[in-house]
């Protein structure tokens, strides 16, 4: 028999041993990852030396599908289509394949293989590509399809074509697909978008002037200075000069137009007025209106057709609203922003003030489903409140059991543990394509207990019939965040909803211009902050801990909200866009003006979507922490000018219904 002390011994040894051994394994794993990363990067700045170099070390590397790839993406140009389709095989059915399918297809477009690109692209699975699509189309027109009113469509942002789509355009005018007017239309585009190379490819088809056209967008005071030109492409620069111009001075862009307007075509005239039109709407300057007639009948870009129905929501007239939303792209006629509006532009016309008939209940009831913010003013609008929907079983060990054993979660989860979230979030969601709605809750509970919410809310958010509130509205850290909101009088759901939409509760989000956190707070924010309530050891690194985030993200927004009188939706907007700018954005309302119509109306994209989808979280949230239905138009409410009074708004009509 063998004593306790020599088991004891023994055993310690083992152990000893074993955790060793674990060690040893943990710090080749950390120098793999390591090496891993190193090999991304020196793909990423084409250094074909470093990537055979860092890829020779990770022969037993536990995602070797991602080495293989960067090999072949390092020198994807000489690289030889069996070699391509070897790795299609060999790991066959991974989001990588499709990766690398989509790098090829780019290069066969370039290489003009349309042979082998035909037989490729019906294989690329997300399709998500712009040039791609581009090069696509190409490959039809040039067997002798008809592809232009689907290549119009498609080319409506020139900052992402790239050669593929400035090669279709030139296709399609080539073989009489495209007129002149598609070019001059993709010329104006490119002032809009402030593409110089798109203007110049652009102007070299219709064998203009292309310095010219190349001033028009970077140096338009002077392209304006040299005067209008003569011949439709020189009026057309001309035009794409005036709407630059009007971005810096739509005084002196006006004076332009009209100074030029002689020796203009009608429809020249209305075109630059639609772009001073364009650039006025983003100021919310009274004189919008007037330049927005001016440019009637005008042929409008995607960007003027809605700012043109926007300014017409903040003048309450719905008639015009109606009519722009019925003249514009199919496309786009059919998004929910435009469905919404359409049906509440009904209401108005037809002097509803209640519940909603006819064409306008039909529209609201076909986006009523949607769990957003139009779905849920939609369904006010049919009569019902916004409420949680009853979830079904509670997920069980055993369906989460095939989820956690998935080589394509395995994968997300150890790119989300180097911080590698790009990579994490395609293989997770690859791995979703193809489950049922229970398997995506499974799912959102394995995110859940991997602390990835990010990933449990985005996956939950797919399913339609099978719900759970609390996966797609999760409120963690409330041990921090109860105190905190309770002591400065602030709505928790408010919170729990700006925070949703910040960071999706991802640790240690980091935002492209610096803001961290939870609540992404700037470095200089948190500093500030930290000096008004009296916290004298403030450190950047305290943003990433989870109090001190939450106590000075808390405390920043509760300023804010007394910058803007108590009001939640300016109070979003300022903490997104910041107060300067709201205080512009407000300083342009003479009374008060319905929420929906202010916010719609925001004038940078990012801001306005924020503010829908904070306003539409924070509803959900008070449902949830309430118990009870909820009215997120109530929570929006009016806003009104800095110090408009009570008896100001009783002799003032708000903006109509």
């Known amino acids: 028999m063998i004593s306790a002390s020599k088991w004891i011994a023994g055993a310690l040894v083992v152990a000893f041993t074993t955790f060793a051994h674990a060690d040893d394994i943990s710090a080749d794993s950390r120098r793999d990852d390591d090496s891993f990363l190193l090999l991304r990067d020196a793909v990423r700045q084409d250094d074909a030396s470093k990537v055979d170099f860092y890829a020779a070390r990770l022969t037993s590397y536990s995602i070797p599908s991602y080495v293989d790839y960067y090999r072949l993406k390092s020198r994807l140009k000489d690289v030889t289509a069996p070699e391509i389709r070897d790795f299609f095989q060999r790991y066959q059915g991974q989001a990588i394949v499709d990766r690398l399918r989509n790098d090829w297809l780019l290069e066969l477009g370039r290489k003009r293989d349309w042979a082998t690109f035909d037989e490729q692209y019906p294989l690329f699975v997300l399709n998500d590509d712009t040039q791609v699509k581009c090069y696509a189309l190409i490959s039809r027109a040039l067997k002798g399809q008809k592809v232009a009113d689907e290549a119009r469509a498609l080319l409506t942002a020139p900052s992402v074509y790239g050669q593929p789509c400035a090669d279709l355009i030139a296709t399609l005018y080539q073989n009489g697909q495209f007129t002149t007017d598609d070019l001059y239309a993709q010329l104006r585009l490119s002032g809009e978008h402030n593409a110089t190379g798109q203007a110049r490819r652009i102007v070299a088809l219709l064998d203009g002037p292309e310095k010219k056209a190349v001033q028009a967008v ?229 995110a859940r207990q991997n602390n990835i919410l990010d990933r449990m809310v985005n996956t939950s958010e797919r399913t339609r019939i099978q719900v759970d509130y609390t996966q797609r509205f999760p409120s963690p850290h409330n041990d921090v965040m109860h105190p905190a909101t309770q002591t400065l009088g602030l709505d928790k759901a408010w919170v729990y909803g700006l925070i949703r939409q910040e960071s999706r509760f991802i640790m240690d989000a980091q935002s492209h211009v610096g803001a961290s956190g939870l609540m992404q707070v700037m ?64 300083a342009t309302l003479t009374k008060p003006m319905d929420s929906t119509v202010f916010i719609e109306s925001i004038p940078y994209v990012e801001t306005r979507t924020y503010v829908k989808n904070v306003m539409s979280n924070s509803t959900y949230y008070a449902a949830l922490f309430e118990g009870r239905p909820q009215s997120l138009k109530a929570r929006l409410g009016t806003v009104a000018p800095k110090g408009y009074t009570e008896a100001e708004e009783q002799e003032t009509s708000f903006v109509p219904r």
């Open 218 to 446: 970077d140096l338009p005071t002077l392209a304006v200075a040299k005067g209008i030109g003569a011949g439709k492409v020189e009026h057309q620069i001309y035009i794409v000069a005036i709407g630059r111009l009007a971005k810096t001075s739509t005084k002196l862009a006006v004076l332009a137009l009209n100074k030029a307007s002689p020796k203009m075509t009608p429809q020249e005239q209305q075109q630059g007025w639609a772009a001073i039109a364009l650039q006025s709407s983003y100021t919310l300057a009274p004189e919008t209106t007037d330049y927005w007639k001016r440019a009637n009948g005008a042929p409008l870009s995607i960007d003027q057709i809605q700012w043109k129905t926007r300014i017409a929501l903040r003048n309450g007239d719905w008639r015009q609203v109606e009519n722009n939303i019925r003249a514009m792209p199919a496309s786009l006629r059919s998004e929910q922003t435009w469905v919404y509006w359409l049906a509440r532009a009904l209401m108005a016309r037809d002097g509803v003030t209640s519940q909603p008939t006819g064409e306008a209940l039909q529209l609201f009831r076909s986006i009523s489903d949607q769990s957003n913010y139009y779905g849920q003013l939609a369904l006010e609008e049919s009569g019902k409140l916004i409420t949680i929907p009853a979830a079904g079983a509670p997920i069980t060990p055993a369906e989460i059991a095939p989820i956690a054993a998935n080589p394509n979660f395995q994968r997300a989860l150890k790119f989300f543990n180097m911080r590698l979230r790009f990579e994490g979030t395609r293989e997770w969601n690859w791995g979703l394509r193809g489950l049922s709605e229970r398997e995506h809750l499974a799912a959102a509970e394995y």
């Open 523 to 586: 470095p200089s924010t948190g500093r500030w902050v930290a000096k008004k309530i009296g916290l004298t050891d403030f450190a950047q690194e305290m943003l990433s801990d989870v109090r001190y985030n939450i106590m000075l993200g808390t405390n920043y927004l509760n300023m804010v909200l007394g910058n803007m009188d108590g009001n939640e939706v300016l109070a979003t907007a300022a903490y997104n866009a910041g107060p300067g700018r709201l205080r512009t954005w407000r």
